[in-house]
T-cell receptor, first 118, second 107 residues
Framework: DTGVSQNPRHKITKRGQNVTFRCDPI?????LYWYRQTLGQGPEFLTY????????KSRLLSDRFSAERPKGSFSTLEIQRTEQGDSAMYLC????????????????FGEGSWLTVV | KNEVEQSPQNLTAQEGEFITINCSYS?????LHWLQQHPGGGIVSLFM???GKKKHGRLIATINIQEKHSSLHITASHPRDSAVYIC?????????FGAGTILRVKS
């Protein structure tokens, strides 16, 4: 088990372009989370999945953002028509499904995908 | 007001000092997590608490559910403890994070 894997680790894109990040969670984990983190701040919740079902989306997740987890395994986060304000680190995390994070099961984070929009 | 408040925001200590980082939260929770984040992004879970106290090596975490407050203590601090320490609470089905405390331990 290699933990939660994210790629690409770094992405520089021009404003207006689309970008996609991928997250491969720990294989037996049903829950998958996306967070966004800017410098000097703690991570902010974006969305989470239970298997392939997207159960909650933050107001932070504008119409330009879409996340999928088609087979309940890996997930993608796509940002369309990127803006400079989208520059941040996008963190993926996963946890076991029994109670998920609510019951306090340990949550495992990926290394993050850094996005710079120029 | 943020749901999770940490203090201090920045902390510089000399090697060997006893360190305390505080976390207060305003929402009902089922568990509280203390996390460590090193430069470059990776976040590691240190503790998960729903009551009382936990100890792991030189790290101690306590929580007072009635007062909605938790503390993370580091005994005999070492430069390798330098990192960002983040408090997060389980809110429904997700974690809500504090802004983090930047700790620098000087030798």
């Amino acid at each position: 088990d290699t933990g939660v894997s994210q790629n690409p680790r770094h992405k520089i894109t021009k404003r207006g372009q689309n970008v996609t990040f991928r997250c491969d969670p720990i294989s037996e984990h049903n829950r998958l989370y996306w967070y966004r983190q800017t410098l000097g701040q703690g991570p902010e919740f974006l969305t989470y999945f239970q298997n392939e079902a997207q159960l909650e989306k933050s107001r932070l997740l504008s119409d330009r953002f879409s996340a999928e987890r088609p087979k309940g395994s890996f997930s993608t986060l796509e940002i369309q028509r990127t803006e400079q304000g989208d520059s941040a680190m996008y963190l993926c995390a996963s946890s076991p499904s029994i109670g998920g994070a609510v019951a306090g099961n340990t949550i495992y984070f990926g290394e993050g995908s850094w996005l710079t929009v120029v | 007001k943020n749901e999770v408040e940490q203090s201090p925001q920045n902390l510089t200590a000399q090697e060997g000092e006893f360190i305390t980082i505080n976390c207060s939260y305003s929402v009902g929770i089922s568990a509280l997590h203390w996390l460590q984040q090193h430069p470059g992004g990776g976040i590691v879970s240190l503790f998960m608490l729903s009551s009382g106290k936990k100890k792991h090596g030189r790290l101690i975490a306590t929580i007072n559910i009635q007062e909605k407050h938790s503390s993370l203590h580091i005994t005999a601090s070492h430069p390798r403890d330098s990192a960002v320490y983040i408090c997060a609470v389980s809110d429904g089905n997700k974690l809500v994070f504090g802004a983090g405390t930047i700790l620098r331990v000087k030798s």
